[in-house]
């Protein structure tokens, strides 16, 4: 009922996915990142407990391959599950269910992997990997969605258009970039504009929020209330 795009950024490490569906709040289900593990998007009549159980074969140790074979084992609706999978290293793998609705299936390159059901034709995955990698000057978010907004333009979804996200993840234990398009009527066009309002401020936002390799983050209040009064804001801490 999806297509997707799962990717790794050489450049900084960072891991991400883009979605787009003809289903409600797509972002809340189907895409699942693990910093320095792995991007999993799992779909088709979508088991959320496969992504996790992914990520944490990856975490142990296994490759992509193996760890979605073992997320498998025992899922009696496997014949209509889609999963596909892009880990820290750039290998992929992908499992398309016998009895998924066509059109369906996956493709790959080294570091990026992209996978649908119930698409207009095959069009959508290659035209959304093929974006992708011709993509490279371009940021690692907006290259995603680049990537996804060829795939619409080959056809998308058969049954149309709803919902998008779009996450990404680098060093932190939580996302990076995560936005999401609940319900809308063309959701990767309301994406582009969320993504517009997130990306200029981007590095600045990372830098003071609290991280790993700074646990507290930016705290100085008089260069906070500072940056307030430029903007022409009435905020002031308490002293």
Do not use: K
Request: with cysteine.
């Amino acid at each position: 009922m999806t297509w997707s795009i799962a990717a790794l950024d050489p450049a900084t490490g960072a891991l991400g996915i883009a979605i787009a569906t003809r289903s409600l709040a797509v972002g809340a289900s189907c895409p699942h990142v693990r910093s320095r593990i792995g991007a999993v998007s799992t779909q088709s009549f979508t088991n959320r407990y496969l992504a996790p159980a992914v990520l944490d074969a990856l975490e142990r140790g296994l490759s992509p391959a193996d760890a979605v074979c073992a997320a498998l084992v025992g899922d009696e609706g496997e014949g209509i599950r889609q999963l596909h999978v892009v880990d820290r290293l750039g290998r992929t793998a992908s499992h398309t269910g016998r009895h998924c609705v066509e059109w369906c299936g996956s493709v790959s390159a080294p570091g990026v992997s992209v996978a649908g059901n119930m698409l207009r034709g095959e069009d959508v995955v290659r035209r959304t990997l093929d974006a992708f990698l011709a993509a490279e000057e371009l940021p690692f978010a907006l290259r995603l969605l680049h990537a996804m907004e060829a795939g619409e333009a080959a056809g998308g979804d058969r049954r149309g258009r709803q919902s998008a996200a779009l996450r990404i993840h680098r060093d932190e234990l939580f996302a990076d970039c995560d936005l999401r398009v609940d319900d809308h009527p063309e959701p990767l066009a309301e994406l582009r504009r969320l993504l517009s309002l997130w990306l200029p401020d981007a590095d600045a936002r990372r830098l003071a929020a609290p991280r790993r390799s700074d646990p507290s983050g930016f705290t100085d209040i008089d260069a906070i209330e500072r940056s307030w009064i430029e903007r022409g804001l009435e905020l002031r801490f308490r002293r």
